[in-house]
């Protein structure tokens, strides 16, 4: 007789949360019996995590604009196949695109209703070392002019995020125009980097627990207890951030796809048990798919077409969450974002989530938080110690993340003839 015994893992994000807890604990710990060798261990622990953050800071241009030229040609591929994806794939631009801008309106806002300590927040600044400056904005003629960049490598190597997003989508466009053998040769190629950078970013994160622990213990013995409030701060602000997108594809839903409420939210309700249950889209695609048929009574073949391609391309509180986070930075430097700065993010946020819906949590969290966040001019280094609190508001935001699965699929149901779906 032979027996068989699984053995007990943490999830990644969990042993992340659990690293913060302990880091947090030591470093408030060490601040209130001995405030000197608080101060001596976190100079001893800020290198380790300021090594983990620049591992993380290695991988974005490549991973980046390999996510965006494989993404570029996906959608140029999906929307190849007919009226009803093209269609899909528009509603898609349009609902990130809107989603980043409701962002960048009512984030700045609910932070305006936060109390802002700048003694706490300079000496949370100092602990990660952060700098101190921001990068002035560019003038409407300026952002216009950097748009196309005359040197790919070196707005690459200046981490400018944008010009280098829009070189990557000429390729991808210019690419999916080549030959067919010629096209799939280079993709596979370009998809071959992607995933290096994906394994290097994983290996990375192996060490985030440590990376985490490191930050969260400097942070915690030179800030004090004042630094759960920020935290708390930031997870409130993303929970209602994610609620607030969710409840707007409702009236969205009803509006541009004349769904009724109340049989609209009845069909979404097993669909969001299942998403904040497992936290994840592709679980939630066949109860998505039933609800889409059975409950809202779409057609199959429209269906199985849309939803597929929105869990693989779509994630409605991706752009949201970008700007959200840059924000909240911003409002720990006490300093006002310009339009012009807003608007580069959000069309920097809609490109960058389209290309990177396939990556890990935390690697997405990471990798595609940073490039939006340097397109402002600001620092990163907050990044690694929001990633540990981020598995909190991740609920709301698969939850949002279906919700619009959803409504995409109930706006192409509704623009859509019969004869278009067959």
């Known amino acids: 007789m032979t027996t068989?015994?699984?053995?007990?893992?943490?999830?990644?994000?969990?042993?992340?949360?659990?690293?913060?807890?302990?880091?947090?604990?030591?470093?408030l710990t060490l601040t209130h019996h001995d405030p000197a060798l608080a101060l001596q261990v976190a100079e001893f622990a800020r290198p380790i995590g300021r090594l983990w953050l620049n591992a993380l800071q290695m991988t974005v241009v490549p991973l980046v604009t390999a996510l965006v030229i494989v993404g570029v040609n996906t959608a140029s591929n999906a929307a190849a196949s007919g009226r009803t994806a093209r269609n899909a794939i528009l509603v898609f631009i349009v609902l990130l695109?809107?989603?980043?801008?409701?962002?960048?309106?009512?984030?700045?806002?609910?932070?305006?209703?936060?109390?802002?300590?700048?003694?706490?927040?300079?000496?949370?600044r100092a602990a990660l070392h952060a700098p101190e400056t921001l990068a002035k904005a560019p003038t409407a003629a300026q952002w216009l002019s950097s748009l196309i960049p005359s040197n790919v490598l070196a707005v690459a190597s200046a981490n400018a995020m944008l010009p280098l997003v829009v070189f990557a989508m000429f390729f991808g466009f210019a690419l999916s125009r080549q030959?067919?053998?010629?096209?799939?040769?280079?993709?596979?190629?370009?998809?071959?980097?992607?995933?290096?950078?994906?394994?290097?970013?994983?290996?990375?994160?192996?060490?985030?627990?440590?990376?985490?622990?490191?930050?969260?213990?400097?942070?915690?013995?030179?800030?004090?207890?004042?630094?759960?409030?920020?935290?708390?701060?930031?997870?409130?602000?993303?929970?209602?951030v994610y609620i607030l997108i969710t409840l707007l594809l409702y009236v969205v839903a009803v509006l541009a796809a004349r769904e009724g409420l109340r049989r609209f939210a009845a069909a979404l309700v097993p669909v969001q048990v299942i998403a904040g249950s497992t936290q994840s889209s592709l679980a939630s695609l066949p109860a998505m798919i039933d609800s889409a048929r059975n409950r809202l009574g779409y057609p199959t073949a429209l269906t199985s077409l849309v939803l597929p391609m929105a869990v693989s391309?779509?994630?409605?509180?991706?752009?949201?969450?970008?700007?959200?986070?840059?924000?909240?930075?911003?409002?720990?430097?006490?300093?006002?974002?310009?339009?012009?700065?807003?608007?580069?993010?959000?069309?920097?946020?809609?490109?960058?989530?389209m290309g990177s819906t396939g990556l890990p949590g935390q690697a997405n969290f990471m990798t595609n938080n940073m490039p939006v966040t340097q397109s402002m001019g600001l620092p990163v280094e907050p990044l690694g110690v929001l990633l540990a609190v981020d598995t909190i508001p991740d609920v709301f935001c698969t939850i949002g993340n279906t919700t619009g699965d959803m409504t995409a699929t109930s706006i192409v149901a509704k623009r859509m003839a019969p004869a278009d779906d067959a």
């Open 4 to 27: 068989t015994t699984r053995r007990f893992r943490l999830s990644a994000p969990v042993k992340v949360l659990i690293s913060l807890l302990v880091g947090a604990v030591v470093g």
């Open 97 to 124: 695109v809107a989603a980043a801008s409701f962002s960048a309106v009512v984030t700045p806002a609910l932070l305006g209703l936060v109390p802002h300590d700048s003694a706490t927040m300079q000496t949370f």
């Open 179 to 240: 030959d067919s053998e010629r096209r799939e040769r280079i993709l596979e190629i370009i998809k071959i980097v992607g995933d290096t950078m994906i394994t290097i970013v994983r290996w990375v994160l192996w060490a985030a627990p440590l990376g985490v622990f490191a930050l969260v213990l400097v942070v915690c013995a030179e800030v004090g207890m004042s630094v759960l409030g920020i935290l708390g701060y930031y997870i409130l602000l993303m929970c209602v």
């Open 313 to 353: 391309l779509f994630r409605v509180t991706s752009p949201a969450q970008y700007i959200a986070v840059a924000s909240f930075i911003a409002w720990l430097y006490g300093i006002d974002i310009t339009f012009s700065q807003y608007a580069v993010a959000v069309l920097l946020a809609a490109a960058i989530s």
